[in-house]
């Protein structure tokens, strides 16, 4: 435990929306908890909540939803670096890079974006993976939630490739010590008494009907499991939808955090951290 960082603990591969920010948080909320105890990283994404609590408190049982497959990225880390190595030539090489390690050029030309392509279609069958998301946030501006795809890339490439190499070993120990699953939360079956971690997808970054109508599904199986689990709810202004079940049934603990910028859009935002643990 000594060697936990209590104030950052970062994805190793690009993700957006990870709650890396509130690694201080999830250390203190963790010292709450009673041996022996098991928590449930119920929408795990990159798995930060969930692996902050495991080096908070090693001795609890952890399970990381991990329904992104983020932890196939992980395992797949030494072929992506490879693939960032051969990037950095095309786009520019090391010596050109600027800034924090990356600097951002706009647009690659079409030359540049052939050899892009064909070097992340080379990969994907060499190795029957790609880390598209990792690839899409190099290589390209604006929504970084889908994954960059060599059959149907981007009308534009820009390159944003990280000078500095991916911490191979720092990546494959991301996943140390946590229970791996994959599964939709509807079909989890979480005994009474586990903790909790409930970062569900925000029903104000929801764009259209259909995943609409399936995230309130979502949010109906949150305020069930709430019942009789303490929990950490993350939650933008959506968060609203739980004004009564949080003020009515639960007496949470509140957090804020404002001006964290957005990965999608660029703009300021705010996040909030409810705890009953
Ligand atoms: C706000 S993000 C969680 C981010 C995560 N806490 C982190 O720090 O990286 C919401 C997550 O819920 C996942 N998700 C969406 N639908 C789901 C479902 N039906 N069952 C389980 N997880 C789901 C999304 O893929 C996304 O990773």
Known sequence: MA????GFCAPPLPFSGNK????GELYDEAMLIPPGATVWDVFGGSGVCARCIK???PDLRVIWNDFDGFSDRVRHVVETEELRRHLLRVVGGEGD???GGSRLRCPLSAEQSASVQGLCAAALKKYGFLDGLSIRRWLSLGVVKEAYNPDNPP???YARVPRLPLRIADALRW???LEIIRDDVQNLVIPVGDYLILDPPYAASVCDEYRGRDTFSILKTVRDLMAGRPFILFG???ILFW???LTEKYSPRFFLKKDLISGMSGKKRSEIMYSTW
């Open 3 to 6: 060697n936990v960082n209590r």
């Open 20 to 23: 890396k920010f509130w690694a």
């Open 55 to 57: 080096d908070a408190r």
């Open 97 to 99: 890079m600027v800034g």
């Open 155 to 157: 009308a534009n490439l």
């Open 175 to 177: 996943l140390d010590g």
């Open 236 to 238: 933008d202004a959506s």
């Open 243 to 245: 004004y009564e079940v």
